[in-house]
Nanobody
Framework: QVQLVESGGGSVQAGGSLRLSCTAS????????MGWFREAPDKEREGIAQ????????AIADVVKGRFTISQDYATRTVYLQMDNLKPEDTAMYYC????????????????WGRGTQVTVSS
């Protein structure tokens, strides 16, 4: 099984940037799809971005396209979410996820999850 640990969350003013990190344990990284989701209070969890660890093909949700991007360091089994031009509506708990054949449109299709890291954006 895959263990995921997120880091890099915090508080930032609107227009600022943060980079979230997710480190995967074990030796299964290269055959996984890695993704980022976020969940604000009283809202459903939504998919933000994903990356195929073997091909490095990525997909970014329209709501953050142009401001966020996903990347990886294959050697350290770490996936990053670079968040630029942050807005107050980006405030949420951000979760790292992994799966073998998941769908970014369906959180239920991702079997492995980190505990989350909080991002708070103030105006």
């Amino acid at each position: 099984q895959v263990q995921l640990v997120e880091s890099g969350g915090g508080s930032v003013q609107a227009g600022g940037s943060l980079r979230l990190s997710c480190t995967a344990s074990g030796q299964t990284y290269r055959r996984n799809v890695m993704g980022w989701f976020r969940e604000a209070p009283d809202k459903e969890r939504e998919g933000i971005a994903q990356i195929y660890t073997t091909t490095e093909d990525i997909a970014i949700a329209d709501v953050v396209k142009g401001r966020f991007t996903i990347s990886q360091d294959y050697a350290t089994r770490t996936v990053y979410l670079q968040m630029d031009n942050l807005k107050p509506e980006d405030t949420a708990m951000y979760y790292c996820a992994a799966g073998h054949n998941p769908d970014l449109r369906s959180a239920q299709s991702w079997p492995y999850w980190g505990r989350g890291t909080q991002v708070t954006v103030s105006s």
